[in-house]
């Protein structure tokens, strides 16, 4: 099978721990002095030079009443207004039969490729679609103080049912559907959901232990075993924060460069991989350009270049 691949903007930093109006995907599209490629020359690059379907629909940008929300502290209803538009651009990749990779954005933008995801592939198709979590915290915080960002997975699992915020039954994310890769600064709300839930979490410890490839044989063994389906969304922190600090929360003691590369290319080259997002790299904290790099890298990974 010969993927198309769609490149989406989503530069939606207002739900995050450190918030920018920057356009962070362009930070990462454009060449610049820190680094010796930009994502848009390098797609070129694969297309014309190894024949890889790949395209960037451009981004989808915070409207003004998302803004307005927002400065409102009306930042649910900014959220499902602004997820809703992003959602239709993914969806929009699906039924192209194409394979969206969306760039963003604070983790909260998933609640928008994932609900594109489950609207297509489980509420349309009556498929199970596994959702693969790579990042340093678990994002599924039910506590009304938290950060939007700190909670897509609590908002897609209708887990968090406070200031309006519900998903229809059709399109919620099951939490058994849910896999943790290199979790390591969990909250106790958080700690009890994925323990009541039983939601399969292949911590740094563990990690330690057995090594990615083991990892990542159980993952993609359930995954082929138990569903039709595998979305990746991958958050910068779950890299060891000790080399990669472009984001908000960096956290020490995560994935290397290889065993990131290595796993997003591993899940994307399953046929049952579907799309993915990447979230939360802010490139003005990018002191030396290597995180710009390391991410170009991690997108190549899932156009099937383990480089
Ligand atoms: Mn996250």
Not at 146 to 159: F, I, Q, V
Not at 215 to 225: D, G, P
Request: hydrophobic share 40%; net charge negative.
């Amino acid at each position: 099978m010969k993927r198309h691949f769609d490149i989406i903007g989503a530069p939606f930093n207002q739900l995050g721990h450190v918030t920018t109006t920057k356009n962070t995907v362009e930070g990462l599209r454009k060449l610049d002095k820190r680094s010796w490629v930009g994502l848009s020359d390098w797609m070129n690059i694969r297309a014309m030079s190894w024949g890889t379907h790949v395209r960037d629909l451009g981004d989808v940008l915070p409207t003004k009443s998302v803004k307005q929300l927002i400065e409102n502290n009306q930042k649910e209803l900014a959220l499902t207004t602004y997820t809703n538009q992003l959602k239709s651009k993914v969806l929009d990749s699906y039924q192209a039969g194409n394979t969206p990779i969306t760039i963003g954005g604070d983790h909260s933008i998933a609640v928008g490729t994932i609900l594109a995801t489950l609207d297509h592939f489980q509420n349309k198709h009556d498929e199970k679609v596994a959702v693969v979590w790579v990042d340093a915290h678990a994002d599924c915080n039910s506590s009304l103080e938290s950060n939007l960002h700190g909670k897509p997975l609590a908002l897609l699992t209708n887990e968090f049912t406070q200031n309006g915020w519900f998903v229809a039954p059709e399109l919620a994310l099951p939490p058994s559907s849910i896999f943790y890769i290199g979790v390591r600064d969990l909250m106790p709300n958080e700690h009890q959901f994925i323990e009541r839930e039983g939601i399969t979490q292949f911590g740094m410890s563990y990690l330690d232990k057995v090594g990615i490839q083991t990892v990542l044989t159980e993952l993609m063994t359930t995954i082929e075993s138990e569903f039709d389906r595998v979305y990746l969304s991958f958050d910068y922190d779950a890299l060891d924060g000790s080399v990669f600090r472009a984001c908000a929360t960096p956290n020490v003691g995560g994935l290397s460069a290889r065993e990131a590369i290595h796993l997003v290319h591993t899940i994307a080259s399953s046929p049952k991989f579907v799309g993915a997002d990447f979230v939360e790299y802010l490139p003005e904290l990018d002191i030396d350009g290597v995180s710009k790099e390391l991410m170009i890298k991690l997108i190549d990974a899932v156009c099937g270049f383990r480089s």
